[in-house]
């Protein structure tokens, strides 16, 4: 089987891919992991057992991260780097973490940052195009440009709503359409990993947050939706919910409300708040061949606040 410039063999019930004619795969170390991975993933054990080690690997996958300029998408560039990918950030900021900067030299893969917003369809395409200049094949999609706010839902008002629908539901809906169109046009195959939330399913304590909870519901059913229709293809979508995580997002809340700090470290069962070093193991997995099974499922990263809380007085 193969399309330009790869060629793919169906092993123990999945598609291998290799790619001759990317520029990317002239890089000394991709190819060393890329030959490695493949001479481990070839060992069987106990008939069909494979090697688990190599199957997280991500060397040579094209993964677009959207709200990658900081916080939980940037701990999800950066990982994705140093597993192999190569990465396209798009994101409304200017510009990205000053970590980005060394990211490429430092796990020799390609980085990209392409300022835009989510809510422009306009410009999600000019983005979209932007990065199949720099990409041959698109691999993985993690979108995790998200806002949030909060106030009593009574008192909500219809700007600051629709505004966050807008980033938050339309925004990932409209960049998860992008990358499925093209998976699909690549002959099928591919991860999509939504970052939803532990707010998708349940109300944090100590906040009103209707509108996110409301849009982080919608995330993760879309989700849920697109992964049957998009099964077929071989191209697998999953979603990703943290919970408490200690990032920019949670500023002002701390600020608001000091005593909140306190409430993030007790409610969760594991009784602390969560760290993005917490999540970048999930959202790996689900780009990866580690997953090839798994599609259409919520991974819950929220020390257990998603099932309930711990008595906090
Ligand atoms: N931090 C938490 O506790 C927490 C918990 C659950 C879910 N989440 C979700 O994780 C995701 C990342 O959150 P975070 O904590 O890293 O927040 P963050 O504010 O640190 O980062 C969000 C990023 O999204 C970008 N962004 C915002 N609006 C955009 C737009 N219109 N177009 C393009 N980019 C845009 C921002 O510039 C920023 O780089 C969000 O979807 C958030 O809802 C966060």
């Not at 999800?76 to 990465?87: D, L, P, Q, S």
């Not at 990205?96 to 020799?108: I, T």
């Not at 979108?143 to 600051?160: H, L, M, N, R, W």
């Not at 608001?256 to 993005?276: C, H, S, T, Y």
């Amino acid at each position: 089987m193969s399309f330009i410039g790869i060629s793919a063999s169906f092993r123990g019930g999945r598609v291998v891919t290799r790619r001759a004619c990317n520029p990317v795969y002239s890089l000394r170390g991709s190819l060393l992991r890329q030959a490695r991975t493949f001479s481990e993933e070839q060992k069987t054990y106990d008939g069909d057992l494979r090697p688990i080690k190599g199957r997280f690997d991500l060397s040579g996958k094209n993964i677009i991260v959207t709200g990658g300029a900081r916080g939980i998408g940037y701990s999800a560039v950066r990982a994705i780097a140093e597993m192999g990918g190569n990465v396209c950030v798009w994101d409304v900021a200017s510009k990205p973490v000053a970590d980005f900067a060394s990211l490429a030299d430092e796990f020799n893969v390609k980085t990209e940052y392409i300022q835009t917003d989510v809510t422009n369809p306009e410009g999600l395409n000019g983005a979209f195009n932007q990065t199949m200049t720099h990409f041959d094949r698109l691999d993985g999609c993690v979108t995790a440009a998200g806002v949030v706010i909060e106030g009593p839902f009574v008192d909500c008002e219809y700007k600051p709503v629709a505004k966050l629908l807008d980033v938050n539901v339309l925004g990932t809906f409209l960049t998860a359409q992008l990358a499925a169109r093209q998976m699909q046009k690549q002959g099928g195959g591919g991860s999509i990993v939504l970052i939803a939330s532990v707010s998708a399913t349940t109300k944090t304590p100590g906040h009103q947050l209707s509108p996110y909870n409301a849009s982080k519901a919608a995330v993760r059913m879309l989700g849920q939706a697109i992964s049957i229709e998009l099964g077929p293809d071989q191209i697998r979508v999953n979603c990703v919910s943290p919970g408490y995580t200690d990032t920019e997002l949670l500023t002002p809340f701390k600020e608001q409300q000091p005593q909140r700090v306190d409430l993030m470290n007790k409610a969760p069962p594991l009784e602390r708040i969560g760290n993005r070093n917490d999540l970048t193991p999930a959202i790996v997995y689900l780009l990866s061949e580690a997953s090839s099974y798994t599609t259409g499922t919520d991974i819950q990263v929220s020390g257990g606040l998603h099932v309930g809380r711990v008595d906090v007085e």
